[in-house]
């Protein structure tokens, strides 16, 4: 970071800040407002839950590990769950990786930040990083990132006495937040093609795999899914440089 | 296994650190050392984004038709049609987020509050 000079980095970091008042941001609160009336249900105390928040940070792998807990399974067999729901994150921050770091951005800062990347982030980040100078894109990252995940730790703690007074509906409307929102919000930030053909292809494959291999599901679904997605778009793309050659 | 009083209002605590915080935020951290090796815009890459995207479409799918919580109770073809109606909202109007939330948003409770009567 030394090299950078740090009387740029702050105004970005407070331009990441400022992310906590956008669509994404807003939308992720209420699916946590969500997700704090299924702990309750569940019977998961609030230490637990705003503990659990700050510790895993990705929705889907919250609502696995509660289930386990629930079930009674085991250490590892809860881990193995939630590795398994959590696998996404590896392709994620790794495509998000060589468009925030900077020529001397340290290893052990990336480690550090890569705990902010969820959904939420990862297109938030995606879709606005391109207005960046590049020397300001950790500070950015950094800013929003946590600055979103504090605020939902702190609206979690909140929020947990209120939400045993929510009816069921609501619950259920701020639940079905978070499916719609990925939806939408991939595919609005999607700048080529075969992220929308990833799209398609992995909501189709995702129930087909559950249905053959629970356990597995989600891992076969990404990888042939990205990998048909990633095949279709390139041939789609040299059969129309030799159409316009031709 | 006999476990101590301290022991046992700590386990759940341990248990998250490893079931969930480990179990997370080990992708994370390859991610990175995959990521750093990767140039911006390679081949490499797109192939990652599409799998990362192929993940969550997956994911969303398992929401909508397998879901845990207060949305296990509602019938899953108010689900996906919710879904459905805010997705193509999105499309027809220029893919503004905020349209596709809010019209899944109103089919999914009218349709919940219609049909409960």
């Known amino acids: 970071m030394k090299s950078e000079t740090p009387v740029r980095q702050w105004p970005w970091f407070a331009r990441g800040m400022r992310g906590v008042f956008s669509a994404p941001a807003l939308i992720l609160m209420g699916a946590f407002v969500g997700f704090c009336g299924f702990a309750f249900e569940a019977g998961m105390p ?13 929705l889907p792998a919250q609502i696995v590990l509660i289930g386990a807990m629930l079930a009674g399974a085991s250490l590892p067999t809860a881990a193995i769950a939630v590795a398994l729901s959590s696998m996404r994150l590896m392709p994620m921050v790794a495509a998000l990786v060589p468009q925030i770091r900077g020529k001397s951005t340290p290893t052990w800062l990336l480690l550090l930040l890569s705990h902010f990347v969820a959904v939420t982030a990862w297109v938030f980040t995606m879709q606005r990083i391109h207005t960046v100078p590049r020397e300001g894109r950790v500070a950015f990252f950094a800013g929003f990132g946590l600055t979103i995940s504090v605020t939902n730790i702190v609206l979690v703690a909140v929020t947990y006495d209120v939400i045993s007074h929510l009816p069921g509906l609501l619950a259920g ?5 978070t499916p719609v929102y990925f939806l939408t919000s991939i595919w609005a930030s999607a ?3 075969e992220i929308q053909y990833a799209m398609v292809i992995g909501l189709v494959l995702g129930p087909v795999f559950h249905v053959i291999t629970p356990e597995y599901g989600l891992l076969l ?6 990998t048909l997605a990633f095949v279709l778009e390139r041939s789609i793309n040299v059969m129309r440089r030799r159409n316009g050659a031709g | 296994m006999p476990v101590s009083l301290s022991m046992q209002a700590f386990w759940p605590y341990i248990f998250i650190a490893i079931a969930g915080w480990l179990a997370t935020d080990i992708w994370r951290w390859l991610g990175v050392l995959l990521g750093k090796r990767l140039l911006e815009e390679s081949i490499a890459l797109i192939w990652i984004r599409a799998v990362a995207t192929a993940l969550v479409a997956a994911v969303i799918a398992r929401l909508l038709l397998y879901p845990s919580g207060a949305l296990a109770a509602t019938p899953v073809t108010l689900r996906v049609g919710a879904a459905l109606a805010g997705f193509l909202a999105f499309l027809v109007f220029r893919q503004r987020v905020v349209v596709g939330i809010v019209v899944s948003e109103a089919v999914f409770l009218g349709g919940a509050w219609f049909g409960l009567r």
Do not use: K
């Open chain 1, 221 to 226: 679904a990404g990888v042939l899914g990205g």
């Open chain 1, 173 to 177: 409307g701020l639940f079905l937040l």
């Open chain 1, 46 to 58: 609030l230490g637990q839950t705003v503990f659990m928040t700050a510790a895993v940070w990705a």
């Open chain 1, 191 to 193: 700048r080529t093609p």
